[in-house]
């Protein structure tokens, strides 16, 4: 698997020689003019990404692939770590998001966990209630009409798509979706509304349903009971 590393300074050879461990062929960028010739002339299973990069920051060169339509996971590591800036890196198109001090373990397996799932994103298409996502190209259309979405809508909605008509935690969509363990429920509700709204317009019905204290459902009707199993207890729940 192909891995870049932009990241300024000494950092990138370090992370490499970590990774060239892991039987990972990585290739680095010391500036983000530099990392995105690197990112377009390529094909990266993962980027793993300073946000502060020179040159072009590495923020300014993730919004360049996006807009190029460049799918590949990106993990942001950033020196700075309050709400805002998270969900900045989140919005300019980051998988995950990694704040200083972190450690090299911590770094692995938040690389691993990106690339299961980009292993895992591979395969035939999805189909449900007249949408079509290609998990290869990361495109969805809707009654043959393409449907822009953003880095992060995208992964929400394949998310849903593999799992029609079952309810999924916020939690449970936290770590599947943006590879963190600490993800801020508040920015999970704001891209699954956006994603929500946008599907409803295409799609001239609503298939993404509240269900009010637990999270979410993917499905075409609106309003029926749903068994939901937790701790070994069932219980009924509505959902709108």
């Not at 692939?65 to 969900?87: E, F, G, W």
């Not at 966990?113 to 290609?134: K, P, Q, V, Y």
């Not at 993917?218 to 309003?223: A, S």
Request: aromatic share 8%; charged share 25%; with cysteine.
């Amino acid at each position: 698997m192909k891995i870049l590393i932009a990241h300024g300074g000494s950092v990138a050879s370090t992370i490499k020689s970590k990774l060239n461990v892991e039987k990972l062929e990585v290739y680095t960028a010391t500036d983000g003019e530099a990392g995105l010739k690197l990112a377009k002339a390529n094909q990266f299973e993962l980027i793993v990404l300073d946000s502060q990069l020179p040159g072009k920051d590495g923020l300014s060169m993730l919004k360049d692939l996006r807009a190029k339509n460049n799918q590949t996971p990106v993990l942001v590591l950033s020196p700075k770590n309050s709400s805002d800036d998270i969900a900045n890196g989140f919005d300019s198109g980051a998988d995950a998001f990694l704040s200083v001090p972190w450690v090299f373990p911590e770094l692995l397996a938040r690389v691993r966990a990106l690339l299961r799932r980009s292993d895992w994103s591979r395969g035939a298409n999805l189909n449900f209630a007249g949408l079509r996502l290609d998990p290869v190209a990361h495109r969805v259309w809707c009654k043959n009409a393409e449907m822009p979405l953003s880095a992060k809508e995208y992964r929400f909605l394949e998310h849903f798509m593999r799992h029609p008509r079952q309810v999924l935690t916020k939690e449970a969509i936290a770590r599947k979706c943006a590879a963190e363990t600490s993800v801020f429920t508040n920015g999970i509700d704001v891209h699954i509304y956006r994603l929500k709204q946008k599907v409803q317009r295409y799609a001239d019905s609503k298939l993404i349903h509240n269900v009010r204290g637990v999270g979410y459902i993917f499905c075409e009707e609106e309003g029926a009971p749903v068994l939901l199993a937790q701790s070994g207890h069932a219980r009924w729940l509505r959902y709108s």
